[in-house]
């Protein structure tokens, strides 16, 4: 029978395959590959894994902490001078973190079967994400992936940051929320049938606040199972229709039309876009190399579109703030900062000062978002328990005025 070995190859067209195959030796995979046409990228023993073990490394998620710590310490490391797969393997080594570590070993593996570290990240997508396979790549394309790595440590603690202070701040709101839902519930299923029998044996007649909760109430209780259901299937449809080309563009879309939310995304991958175009200017990329490997980065399909769309025109002779502003995405003050640094030689400084600026009003704008929204869920709460008790006691006056 032989062993088992698992292979990557790539066609003629660069479409990417992998497998497994049985042979005697790796000589006669590599015979029978070769032989089919391909370029084999990636040759290694198959090491068969439990079912238990692939399926509970499936739900364990590497927190941006996690990936944050690696990744600085990568940076530190190559800073050293310790050559990539020395600090992969010590990395492997000192990670406690079960998923990550595997990752790590698997990263090495292929690196040193000929593979550059993006293409190896970028094989474990729930771990490393587009914006972070995009800035290595451009990191490696530019030859200082050290300064992308610390900036992408800088980038990751803090999404983690804002997204500290985004949970701390929903758990109270969240929580009155919940207890008026389940007070609602409680009092449309249990409390109304109750009025509704002493309004009926009375003889006096319904209001229709209260028919409306009566109606909605035995909706519920019947149809309870087919309302979740339907939100299961409909959020589970979206994201998938999210993951393909033209879903995940208009999602993005809507995303940036959002109101108060919208400019913070936008800013967000303003700042992601000027950071690493700034860092690969530095290093002496060309502008249409730069924006060729930045486009990935902003994590949005409209922002990606946009910057390909002004690739296209520096291409053709334009200058880069022309083509940045025709696009519509990039606010002026940006437009105008980064003619400023054209003209003066320092783009690369003009681009850091634009990030830093941008990743300043988004931490402001979400904490401005967050000293919004929590008094006004607790409002909107408010209101829906108002408007139920409400709905409840009118029946009492109703008996009251009908009984005098």
Same mark, same amino acid.
């Given at each position: 029978?032989?062993?088992?070995?698992?292979?990557?190859?790539?066609?003629?067209?660069?479409?990417?395959?992998?497998?497994?195959?049985?042979?005697?030796?790796?000589?006669?995979?590599?015979?029978?590959?070769?032989?089919?046409?391909?370029?084999?990228?990636?040759?290694?023993?198959?090491?068969?894994?439990?079912?238990?073990?692939?399926?509970?490394?499936?739900?364990?998620?590497?927190?941006?902490?996690?990936?944050?710590?690696?990744?600085?310490?990568?940076?530190?490391?190559?800073?050293?001078?310790?050559?990539?797969?020395?600090?992969?393997?010590?990395?492997?080594?000192?990670?406690?973190?079960?998923?990550?570590?595997?990752?790590?070993?698997?990263?090495?593996?292929?690196?040193? @079967?000929?593979? !550059?570290?993006?293409?190896?990240? +970028?094989?474990? /997508?729930? =771990?490393? #994400?587009?914006?972070? $396979?995009?800035? %290595?790549?451009?990191?490696?394309?530019?030859?200082?992936?050290?300064?992308?790595?610390?900036?992408?440590?800088?980038?990751?603690?803090?999404?983690? @940051?804002?997204? !500290?202070?985004?949970?701390?701040? +929903?758990?109270? /709101?969240? =929580?009155? #929320?919940?207890?008026? $839902?389940?007070? %609602?519930?409680?009092?449309?299923?249990?409390?109304?049938?109750?009025?509704?029998?002493?309004?009926?044996?009375?003889?006096?007649?319904?209001?229709?606040?209260?028919?409306?909760?009566?109606?909605?109430?035995?909706?519920?209780?019947?149809?309870?199972?087919?309302?979740?259901?339907?939100?299961?299937?409909?959020?589970?449809?979206?994201?998938?229709?999210?993951?393909?080309?033209?879903?995940?563009?208009?999602?993005?879309?809507?995303?940036?039309?959002?109101?108060?939310?919208?400019?913070?995304?936008?800013?967000?991958?303003?700042?992601?876009?000027?950071?690493?175009?700034?860092?690969?200017?530095?290093?002496?990329?060309?502008?249409?190399?730069?924006?060729?490997?930045?486009?990935?980065?902003?994590?949005?399909?409209?922002?990606?579109?946009?910057?390909?769309?002004?690739?296209?025109?520096?291409?053709?002779?334009?200058?880069?703030?022309?083509?940045?502003?025709?696009?519509?995405?990039?606010?002026?003050?940006?437009?105008?900062?980064?003619?400023?640094?054209?003209?003066?030689?320092?783009?690369?400084?003009?681009?850091?000062?634009?990030?830093?600026?941008?990743?300043?009003?988004?931490?402001?704008?979400?904490?401005?978002?967050?000293?919004?929204?929590?008094?006004?869920?607790?409002?909107?709460?408010?209101?829906?328990?108002?408007?139920?008790?409400?709905?409840?006691?009118?029946?009492?006056?109703?008996?009251?005025?009908?009984?005098?």
């Amino acid at each position: 029978m032989g062993n088992k070995y698992d292979f990557q190859v790539r066609d003629k067209s660069g479409k990417i395959t992998r497998g497994t195959l049985a042979a005697e030796s790796k000589n006669s995979v590599i015979e029978s590959l070769l032989h089919q046409g391909y370029y084999l990228t990636s040759l290694k023993e198959h090491k068969e894994v439990t079912w238990d073990v692939e399926l509970e490394l499936s739900f364990i998620k590497v927190s941006s902490r996690d990936l944050a710590i690696m990744t600085r310490q990568l940076s530190t490391m190559l800073g050293a001078g310790l050559s990539m797969l020395r600090c992969l393997q010590i990395l492997g080594e000192q990670t406690a973190h079960r998923k990550l570590k595997k990752a790590i070993f698997q990263i090495r593996a292929n690196i040193e @079967e000929g593979q !550059a570290l993006w293409e190896a990240m +970028s094989l474990h /997508p729930d =771990i490393f #994400s587009e914006v972070y $396979v995009s800035m %290595v790549r451009a990191g490696e394309i530019g030859g200082a992936l050290e300064i992308v790595l610390e900036k992408l440590g800088d980038y990751l603690e803090r999404e983690q @940051e804002i997204s !500290a202070k985004v949970k701390s701040a +929903s758990i109270y /709101p969240c =929580i009155i #929320s919940i207890f008026a $839902v389940l007070a %609602v519930f409680f009092i449309i299923i249990f409390v109304m049938p109750t009025f509704v029998n002493m309004l009926q044996s009375s003889g006096a007649e319904i209001p229709l606040p209260t028919r409306m909760l009566i109606a909605a109430g035995l909706y519920l209780k019947k149809s309870w199972f087919i309302i979740l259901l339907v939100l299961i299937l409909g959020g589970i449809a979206v994201k998938k229709w999210g993951k393909t080309r033209d879903g995940r563009y208009v999602l993005d879309s809507i995303y940036l039309h959002l109101p108060i939310l919208g400019k913070t995304i936008s800013r967000l991958a303003v700042a992601r876009f000027a950071r690493t175009m700034g860092t690969l200017v530095c290093s002496g990329i060309s502008i249409l190399e730069c924006l060729a490997a930045v486009e990935n980065v902003a994590g949005n399909a409209v922002i990606k579109k946009a910057i390909c769309e002004a690739r296209i025109s520096i291409s053709e002779g334009d200058s880069i703030t022309a083509p940045l502003e025709a696009t519509g995405v990039f606010e002026p003050m940006v437009i105008q900062m980064i003619a400023v640094g054209e003209e003066t030689g320092s783009l690369d400084v003009m681009l850091i000062r634009i990030s830093d600026y941008f990743d300043r009003e988004v931490v402001y704008m979400v904490e401005a978002m967050i000293a919004l929204v929590e008094p006004l869920m607790i409002l909107l709460a408010a209101l829906l328990v108002a408007g139920i008790v409400i709905a409840t006691i009118l029946p009492i006056f109703k008996i009251t005025s009908f009984i005098t």
